[in-house]
């Protein structure tokens, strides 16, 4: 006859984690399928304000507003506040901000790719000697932290975005005006 042998901590502590991860996923399921009904979801004061946000802004201006300002700032180059600026000038101009955002986030190759020819603009603007930055710099810097890659590339991070204002913005103004005519063209065709 064999002696079971105790299972050591780790193996006994893996087996806690599970069976309370499992007790956890049944209660949950339960509580989701059985109490909770769609109606009541659907109802509830918080799941309205999410509905009405995702329907914000889908007139032709505020659905070309939405696209454009989530293609510029996705294109600015400063890491990190994307996210941030969309939201909040979303929320302020009363604009769509998931579709922003998923401009923003759907545009970040373009960003990558414009992040050294902006900088290169800006210091020629200020007439300044260009820094030799490759992009493989700017993400070691960026690895070893926002700060410190802040601090020791903050003025190449200006000269970024004064190319960035001063490319981006006037072809953001002009891209508005005909997204927003080939919008309001489409929603009179439809409605019609």
């Known amino acids: 006859m064999s002696i079971r042998k105790a299972p050591d901590k780790e193996t006994f502590e893996l087996m806690i984690a599970f069976y309370t991860l499992s007790i956890h996923s049944a209660i949950s399921t339960h509580f989701c399928f059985h109490i909770m009904s769609f109606s009541t979801i659907k109802n509830h004061p918080w799941s309205k304000k999410v509905i009405a946000l995702f329907r914000q802004g889908l007139a032709p201006r505020e659905l070309a507003l939405s696209i454009i300002i989530g293609s510029v700032i996705g294109i600015m180059p400063v890491f990190g506040v994307a996210a941030f600026l969309i939201g909040f000038i979303s929320i302020v101009l009363r604009l769509n901000l998931p579709?922003?955002?998923?401009?923003?986030?759907?545009?970040?190759?373009?960003?990558?790719?414009?992040f050294i020819p902006f900088m290169r603009i800006g210091e020629s603007i200020l007439r300044v000697q260009h820094s030799f930055l490759s992009f493989a710099d700017i993400r070691q810097a960026f690895e070893a932290g926002y700060l410190i890659a802040f601090q020791q590339l903050?003025?190449?991070?200006?000269?970024?975005?004064?190319?960035?204002?001063?490319?981006?913005?006037?072809?953001?103004?002009?891209?508005?005006?005909?997204?927003?005519?080939?919008?309001?063209?489409?929603?009179?065709?439809t409605v019609h």
């Not at 579709?99 to 414009?114: D, E, G, K, N, R």
Request: charged share 5%; with cysteine.
């Open 99 to 114: 579709i922003a955002l998923f401009v923003t986030y759907a545009i970040t190759p373009v960003h990558l790719l414009l």
């Open 154 to 189: 903050s003025f190449q991070l200006f000269c970024g975005v004064v190319g960035w204002f001063l490319v981006a913005i006037p072809i953001a103004i002009l891209s508005y005006l005909i997204l927003w005519k080939i919008l309001a063209f489409y929603n009179k065709k």
